[in-house]
């Protein structure tokens, strides 16, 4: 075999083998991180499901899980907190197709409880450029003159302005920031909240969140009995 041939052996072996190494890496990262939920299910005392074909019916139409395609939920881990039943588990969709398809992958979480009484809306951190562009299609962001510092951190948006101005109450308004500021997106409708984390949330880092999201579901449902 010629130098010449080597070479181009090697040019087209070296990326294969790169693929190749790094799928394995990541499936035995994926392997390592399913243990590891599982193992915190087991320690907070929740049932741990390694993948499911589809989530309960009434969460379909929660703002993430209509987003682009080839969606998969895995690492489900399900129990109660001291204020709601909940759900986390690792998310996947893609968008795009082809060269131009991207996958997300994050942490989601939801809650649900039957004293919760939600108008819908969304909440994530204020992105001022894209923002005047959602605006222009989807519709105004929900500010409060009595809370500049609020409005210009939040984007909050929802279906009915007066019912979610109801709901963020400036009790509600102070403990919901902090979500924002970390780049989680929250979203409430009806009975439940669901709270996308943006990221991959650490195994060791579930039993605080969810303690710190129980305590939201509890804020909520005060303002929820102040509504009505």
Known sequence: MDNETLMLAGVIVGPLLLIVLAFALWKQAEKKR??????????????????????????LHFEIFTKGHSKRATSILKGRTLQAEAWVLDYRYTTGGG???????????????????????????????????????????????EDPEFSKKVALRGESVDAVRQLFRPEVRAHVQHYAERRFQLEGRDTTLLVDCNRLVKPTEIRDLLVELSTTVGILKEACRGRW
Do not use: M, N, W
């Not at 299910?41 to 390694?50: K, M, N, R, T, V």
């Open 34 to 59: 399913r243990q590891a939920l599982s193992e915190t299910a087991a320690l907070i005392g929740f049932s741990y499901e390694e993948t499911s074909s589809s989530l309960p019916e009434r969460f």
């Open 99 to 145: 060269k131009s398809s991207s996958t997300h992958v994050q942490t989601v979480c939801l809650l649900s409880s039957p004293d919760l009484a939600l108008p819908h809306f969304t909440l994530r951190r204020e992105l001022a450029f894209v923002d005047h562009l959602v605006e222009a299609f989807i519709g105004q962001d929900i500010d409060f003159e």
